[in-house]
């Protein structure tokens, strides 16, 4: 950079780097919270991409896009408008687990999404390749490839798997950025020069098939459901014709193919490295780690509606190109396919997480962010949960007010982030449900109810929005209390509705709450035998009928997270010494001084630090409490 001509550009109050889907979120909460915002992509038709799979949510990740909606994000609604096929998860399963997936036209979703920023007040978009980050005295100079500069407040980086990306087919590789894109090559050393420590991760991604040279009668049809819920509490309704998807599956020839071939994968000749996702395991993987099984299910997935390109779900590989086609051949349905784009690995930079407090700021480094897959983690979803919140705190930050921290019994997207930045992680994260222990109360139906309030009041929800939500909340309360206050005599009517439905018949008067605890009954079947019925929107019956169906569950579950309250309520100061306190064993002082957790309760979860070191750190908090309020000093 020594040779080109350094200018200043433009002053931003925050500059954010990148521009996939943490990149967008960041951007859209910083400019909607009043900041003028600086975007940079070094494409512009980058924005907002897919490089891998055409879909949105699933199980865990449909949570987080609800939340994203609920705190004022964008990510929902342009889901809605982007969507081809949608379908509820785990309907079989309790609500806690209900999951939102929707497979989406992603040229559509990129250019909805696009114009949503170029039309956003505040918010600047600009194409270049941001190569250092430096520190002069309080603000951020951001240095692009062409030698213009940009001077911030605050910089949230969120660059995806850009940096150093290498892309590996087979004996095959080279320096590349994800779907044919250029690399981010110069930054990472710039990170490095800062002090900030990073490590080397890895994804895949499924080649793309010619649509036209499927046999799709050979395989399973999977349609979406008939009656669509959206992703966003704005949207009341969508209405579009829905895209099938195809099942097909691997078999022996296609296994023999494989394993005669693995030699030629770089991840089993070693020629990588670094770690890539567990639970998205290559078919390399499949077939080396479950080799009992004789078949994989494998999703034809379509890429939108003005392409012929197939997304086959279930086949990331890194196996060479004409080894693709050799085994992508064997599966019914796929025996003439022609691939469009060949399945790839990209090797990547990204930081140690454990290096970021909660709200995603650096530790050592006051208004500089990061979020998303440069911290670790995998999937559009998670990418824009980190990324609001990371928005919503540079702009508190520079508002001088207090960041917008989500624990875990709030929000997954805060189970997210504390998992990240207490836990670190060795491959990337991905969200599940299983992650979260409140999740009966972290339901995907209650979103708006747990969060928008919080993203009102930090200035990014809009009237609009939080008009929407206080109606939800009061037409649940209502109906609710109308329940508890509506009663059924034991009337021979009555009871031939309720043998009906296969229920026991009434002997004594009963409210109609009550009734709906019944297993066997759904608010739907309540409605036949309630004659003050009124018409209520979807969202809201779910809600009720989740709220008094599991309301014992739902009460042991909050009276835990009144527990683990007490724990996270219980503040670490940031001057603690922690190799001063007597009786921490030495591994608890090392993981404690380098996380820093911010409470007692974070500091639980950090491995390598005991219950015992726990009580410990409790009983030394306790005495200096009591030597301050003995020297008269302020808590």
């Known amino acids: 950079m020594d040779k080109v001509k350094k200018f200043l550009s433009d002053k931003y109050d925050v500059v954010v780097i990148g521009a996939g889907h943490a990149g967008c979120e960041a951007s859209l909460a910083c400019a909607r919270m009043g900041m003028k915002t600086l975007m940079l992509t070094m494409s512009l038709d980058s924005i907002a991409m897919m490089p891998c799979n055409p879909s949105i949510g699933g199980t865990g ?28 998860l785990n309907t079989s399963k309790g609500p806690a687990v ?58 949230i980086v969120t660059t995806g798997t850009y940096l150093k990306g290498r892309i590996y087919i087979g004996e095959v590789n080279y320096e590349g950025g994800p779907s044919g894109l250029y690399p981010s090559n110069q930054l990472s050393d710039s990170l490095k020069k800062l002090g900030i420590e990073l490590k080397r991760f890895k994804t895949g991604t499924p080649a793309r098939v010619d649509g036209n040279t499927i046999n799709y009668s050979e395989m399973q049809v999977h349609e979406g459901d008939i009656e ?51 639970y998205c ?53 796929l025996e003439n396919c022609e691939i469009m784009r060949p399945a790839y690995a990209i090797e990547y930079d990204c930081i140690d997480p454990t290096q970021l407090n909660r709200n995603l700021e650096m530790k050592n480094f006051k208004n500089l962010f990061f979020a998303g897959q440069v911290n670790g983690s995998s999937g559009y979803e998670e990418a824009a949960g980190q990324g609001i919140i990371a928005g919503i705190n540079a702009a508190l930050n520079i508002k001088g007010k207090d960041s917008l921290i989500l624990d875990r019994s709030e929000a ?56 929407k939500y206080k109606e939800k909340n009061k037409n649940v309360r209502q109906e609710i209390e109308r329940l508890k206050n509506t009663k059924l005599t034991p009337k021979r009517e009555i009871n031939e509705v309720l043998e009906k439905l296969g229920s026991v018949p009434l002997k004594t008067p009963i409210t109609l709450y009550e009734l709906l605890k019944r297993t066997e009954l759904s608010y739907k079947n309540i409605l036949e035998l309630d004659k003050e019925r009124k018409k209520l929107p979807k969202i809201v019956i779910q809600q009720v009928q989740t709220e008094i169906k599991y309301e014992g569950y739902i009460k042991k579950q909050l009276k835990q997270i009144e527990q683990y309250k007490k724990l996270e309520n219980k503040k670490i100061p940031e001057d603690i010494n922690y190799n001063e306190i007597k009786g921490l064993r030495l591994e608890a002082r090392q993981k404690l001084s380098n996380i820093k957790p911010d409470s007692i309760g974070q500091a639980s979860r950090i491995s390598g630090v005991s219950p015992a070191d726990i009580n410990v750190l409790i009983i030394y908090l306790e005495q200096q409490l009591r030597l301050k309020k003995e020297r008269g000093e302020d808590l």
């Open 281 to 333: 395991p290559s078919i390399e993987d499949k077939v080396v780690r479950f080799s009992d099984k004789p078949k994989h299910q494998i999703f034809i997935e379509p890429e939108g509606l003005d392409t012929n390109e197939v997304y086959v779900q279930g086949m990331s590989t890194t196996l060479p190109e004409e080894i693709q086609i050799k085994m992508y051949r064997t599966m019914e349905g």
């Open 61 to 88: 990740k449909g949570h987080l896009v609800r939340e994203i909606d609920a705190l004022g994000g964008q990510m929902g609604l342009i889901t809605d408008k982007a969507m081809i096929q949608c379908r509820m």
């Open 228 to 278: 669509l819920i959206p992703f966003s509490f704005l949207t009341d309704k969508v209405d579009i014709e829905q895209v099938p998807c195809y099942l097909t599956y691997t078999n022996e020839e296609t296994h023999k193919i494989i394993k005669a071939n693995l030699s030629r994968s770089p991840m089993y000749a070693g020629e990588m490295e670094s770690v890539g996702p567990r």
């Open 412 to 467: 997954y997207i805060g189970v997210l982030i504390d998992d990240l930045v207490t836990k670190g992680t060795d491959e990337p994260y991905r969200m599940m449900t299983s992650r979260a222990e409140y999740r009966l109360v972290l339901r995907q139906d209650n979103a708006d109810i747990r969060l928008t309030q919080k993203g009102y009041d930090v200035g990014l929800v809009d009237e609009e929005r939080y008009k």
């Open 98 to 155: 209900h999951s939102l997936r929707a497979q989406a036209d992603k040229r559509k979703y990129h250019v909805a999404m696009k114009q949503v920023i170029e039309n956003e007040k505040n918010l600047y978009l600009k194409q270049g390749e941001a190569v250092e980050i430096n520190i002069n005295n309080d603000e951020y100079e951001v240095l692009t490839r062409t030698g213009s500069y940009y001077i911030a407040k605050a910089v």
